[in-house]
């Protein structure tokens, strides 16, 4: 069950470090196709309520399908268990074929994803206080404006 948490929390997380680059210096559709520069922090309020809305139905879609897959209903077993047939993480989701076949490979991959989660949640809250501290994005501190 931890580990479960821990991998879509790297997930995420990996997402997010790779969003806070991409969202202060590329043009997005939220901002009009413009680069806005505003502080990846402050971004999320400034987006309409029409385009958050169903950003996060969507993201609520899924964790609840996520949920389904892996989890035990509530009644059905003991709270906060997993499915026997569940490995965490894995919803069976791989339409580039990415996942080893091989046990050992598989192993080895899992344990580089869970690696690279960890650095980027260290790297997600690291950006997220310096823009905080500051008010200066993560790119105006390195001096790279594309």
Known sequence: ????????????????????????????IAYGMNIHHTIGN????EIPGTVLFPFFLTI??????R?????????LGPLFTL????YPGDLGFDPLGFKP?????????????L??????MLAAAGMCAQEQINGKGILDNLDLQF
């Open 67 to 75: 949920a389904n897959i892996g989890w035990v209903e509530p009644g």
């Open 1 to 28: 069950r931890f580990r479960e948490a821990e991998i879509m929390h790297g997930r995420v997380a990996m997402m997010a470090t790779v969003g806070y680059l991409i969202g202060e210096s590329t043009p997005t």
């Open 83 to 86: 499915r026997e047939s569940y």
């Open 101 to 113: 076949t091989d046990g050992k490979e598989f192993a080895n991959m899992q344990t580089k994803e």
């Open 115 to 120: 690696n690279n989660g960890r650095l980027a």
């Open 42 to 45: 402050n971004q999320i309020p």
């Open 60 to 65: 609520n879609i899924c964790e609840a399908l």
